[in-house]
Structure formats: C-alpha cells, structure tokens
C-alpha cells in the first residue's frame, strides 16, 4: 500500500514539476521581453506594475480586449495554467487506488492517494458503512473515534492495528483545507484474506502407471496450484485438488500454491517398486502347460 501509494505521488509530483518549471521559464521570459502580464503591481514585467522589469505603459481601452486569435501564445499558456491551477485547488479532486491484500489478523497503513502530507488540513476517514473512524482538524488536535482499532497519524494517514474479518470493505477520506473548502477525496478498496495453507502429497504406484495428487484440505482456497513431475508441469487456479497420472514411476514431486498474500510448497522424492510376475503372467504359464499336457495325451492316444 505505501508503495503504491508513494509511486502515484512521485508521478504526479514529476508531472506537476515539469508543468512549474516550464511556467517559470515563461514567466522569466515575458518579463525578460517586456510582454508580461496585466496590472502586476511590482511583478516582473508587469504592465503598468510599480517596479516591473522591463514593463510598458498601461495599453488603451481598445487595446485591452485582445481576441484569442491574436493573443501571444506564450501569455495564452500561462494564463491556461494558471486557471486550471485555480480550478484545481478550489474544487479539489478525487483519486483512487487499487486494491489492497491484508493477511487475516495483520495491520495495514492506509495513506492518502496522492496526497501524502495533510498536516495543514483536515482529514476525515470513513469505513465501507460509511461510520466516521477518526478525524482531525490539524496535525495537533484530532478525534479518533472509540473502540476502533485505529490510530491516525499527522500526515493524514489511517493505521488500522488488526484485520480481523475476511472480506472486502472500502475506505473513504476526505481533505478539507482550514477554510472548509474541499481538497481531496480518495477509495481504497482492501481485501482480507487467509494465508494459504501447506499442501498434502499423496502418490499410488498402480499397474504399469503412478498416479500423483496434490491437496489442500484445509484453510482458503489457493488462487493457484503447480504441480510438477519430473519434466512434467501442471497448473490448476481456484481449486483445492490437482491430481496427474503418469508411466514414469520415479522422479521429484513438488507442489506450489499461492495466494495474493503468500505462497506454499511441498516435495518428496517417490520411486515404486519394481513389477512383480502378476496373475496375466500365472494365467499364460497354465495355458501353455496345459496344452502341452494335451498335446501329449493325443500323441500318446495315436502312437499307443
């Protein structure tokens, strides 16, 4: 989850860095050519502003409204960021995640997408029922609601001390800045399960084949099962049992079963025993016998 979490912020922070520099590079170069903007008072190339480098005289009423046609598209640029900058930070904007796997039992630290200091702000997280869980008005005065299991740390983020059901619930939270105005909102989808289970392996050497099973009996049921044999590979998903046959009646059996959280294995050396005389063999031997013993008789019929 952190990971997640930090990966999607490193984006969008290299994404707002390149927009930034790429506005200070226009800036500095409006005030540089003497375009820049309108009624700055003290800015850099301002027009009309008090102390503006490199400024003009304040334009006429008729030169004032310029169509978009004929605007610089330098200052048509900056105007267009600095007004989704606006928009952005007035409105607020909202972000997801993916989902997130907890071991039944273990902890998970759930952050704000995207948003990873709200020391400033206040923070509000609700559970998948929508029931409050903690909130705070900044980093040094915050209500955390009782009997949840929960601690909420200055940046915003949600520590939940024990999973204890297994199923699916979604966190929300909602960023407000001081001024009530709101910044942020955010779903994290979490799903707890079991770890999975060691496997059983079981073999039966019959006839001129092996047959090779292997199981989990217990515990949730593996997303994945592998069986190998020798040279031969077998993978089943969703599934307690995988059995496999095979004339090859000796060699390495292993087993491995997974989930989103952790994984398994087992292995064991087989080798049958050798095959002994069976009853087709005694059959095929009294057959002979017998009719040698026929044959006999007749001859001894004919010549005596």
């Known amino acids: 989850m952190i990971f997640q979490t930090l990966t999607g912020f490193r984006e969008e922070e290299s994404l707002w860095r390149v927009e930034l520099v790429e506005l200070v590079e226009l800036v500095e170069l409006v005030g540089v050519s003497g375009v820049g903007g309108v ?30 046609s ?32 907890v071991a039944l039992n273990d902890p998970v ?65 909602e960023v407000h800045n001081q001024k009530g105005n709101l910044m942020k909102t955010g779903s994290i989808p979490v799903t707890v399960i079991e770890r999975v289970r060691s496997p059983v392996l079981n073999h039966s050497c019959t006839g001129r084949q ?13 997303t994945n099962m592998k069986l190998s044999w020798n040279d031969k590979v077998t993978e089943k998903s969703g599934t307690r049992t995988l059995e496999i046959t095979d004339k090859v009646k000796s060699g390495k059996l292993s087993c491995l079963v997974w989930n989103h959280l952790s994984r398994a294995n087992q292995s064991m050396e087989i080798e049958c025993p050798k ?28 010549y005596f």
Request: glycine share 16%; aromatic share 8%.
């Open 39 to 68: 009624g700055g008072a003290g800015a850099v190339g301002g027009v009309g502003g008090a102390g503006g480098v490199g400024g003009t005289p304040s334009p006429t009423a008729s030169q004032q409204l310029v169509p978009h």
């Open 275 to 302: 095959d002994t005389p069976g009853l087709d063999l005694y059959i095929m031997i009294a057959i002979a016998g017998g009719a040698v013993t026929f044959l006999i008789f007749i001859i001894t019929l004919i």
């Open 70 to 101: 004929q605007m610089n598209p330098q200052r048509a640029r900056i105007l267009y960021l600095c007004m989704g900058f606006w928009i952005l930070m007035d409105s607020g904007w909202a972000a997801d995640t993916g989902r997130v796997y």
């Open 109 to 173: 630290l759930l952050s704000i997408p995207g948003y990873p200091n709200a020391e400033r702000d206040q923070v509000t997280w609700k559970d998948g029922k929508g029931n409050t869980m903690g909130r705070f008005r900044d980093s040094s005065s915050y209500k955390q609601i009782p009997g949840c299991e929960c601690e909420l740390f200055s940046n915003g983020s949600l520590y939940l001390k024990r999973m204890g059901t297994v199923g699916d619930e979604t966190y929300k939270v």
């Open 210 to 222: 092996i047959a090779l099973r292997c199981q989990v009996p217990e515990g949730p049921i593996p």
